[in-house]
């Protein structure tokens, strides 16, 4: 039924931004990669990248057709981007990841997005390799940056909003296991 619902509102977005002018408005930092990172292995992703540099080495990948190397930076943006939503406190920025995804990705032609996206499902069902990773992630550091990129991507930037942008008291242990379980890489 939701899905449904979701579809319905969608198909009327589209017909009334078909009918209507619409202004996009972006903040400053908003998505922005401050150290984009290249094509790379997952395993020389740091903590201190964010998903936003982590997706522009995907893209790179992508731009380069090594879909599979593509496939194993989203996981990683994912993982951090989950862990990102646990602590940012403007709800309406969580959905920066899925914003990323649809700015780097655009270029991609459908054979070529079929093939990305062919790579990921390979990724998700391939456990040897999966596994991998998962081992990489959960030993690895946790993310240490400051998430601007999320939160930038919030209404809370244009509503001149007084709330502290990180939650208190944030537990970020729990939330990297809740990053894990989200990928799919818990016990």
């Given at each position: 039924m939701n899905k449904v619902l979701i579809l319905?509102?969608?198909?009327?977005?589209?017909g009334c931004a078909n009918n209507t002018q619409?202004?996009?408005?972006?903040?400053k930092g908003n998505l922005a990669a401050n150290n984009p990172i290249v094509?790379?292995?997952?395993?020389s992703v740091g903590s201190e990248s964010t998903p936003a540099d982590i997706v522009t080495g995907a893209k790179d990948c992508a731009k380069a057709y090594k879909y599979n190397?593509?496939?194993?930076?989203?996981?990683?943006?994912?993982?951090?981007?989950?862990?990102?939503?646990?602590?940012?406190?403007?709800?309406?920025?969580?959905?920066?990841?899925?914003?990323?995804?649809?700015?780097?990705?655009g270029f991609l032609t459908e054979v070529e997005r079929i093939e990305l996206l062919s790579s990921i499902d390979a990724l998700d069902n391939k456990q040897p390799r999966k596994s991998e990773i998962c081992a990489y992630?959960?030993?690895?550091?946790?993310?240490?940056?400051?998430?601007d990129y999320m939160i930038a991507?919030?209404?809370?930037?244009?509503?001149?909003?007084?709330?502290?942008p990180l939650?208190?008291?944030?537990?970020?242990?729990?939330?990297?296991?809740?990053?894990?379980?989200f990928i799919k890489c818990s016990n």
């Open positions: 319905v509102c969608f198909t009327l977005l589209v619409v202004t996009n408005y972006e903040s094509c790379v292995s997952y395993t190397e593509a496939a194993e930076l989203l996981m990683v943006a994912s993982a951090y981007a989950y862990f990102d939503t646990q602590r940012v406190t403007d709800k309406t920025a969580h959905d920066a990841l899925n914003a990323l995804f649809s700015k780097e990705f992630l959960i030993s690895a550091p946790l993310p240490s940056y400051f998430p991507q919030g209404m809370g930037t244009f509503t001149d909003s007084s709330n502290e939650i208190k008291d944030f537990n970020a242990i729990e939330a990297w296991s809740n990053s894990m379980a």
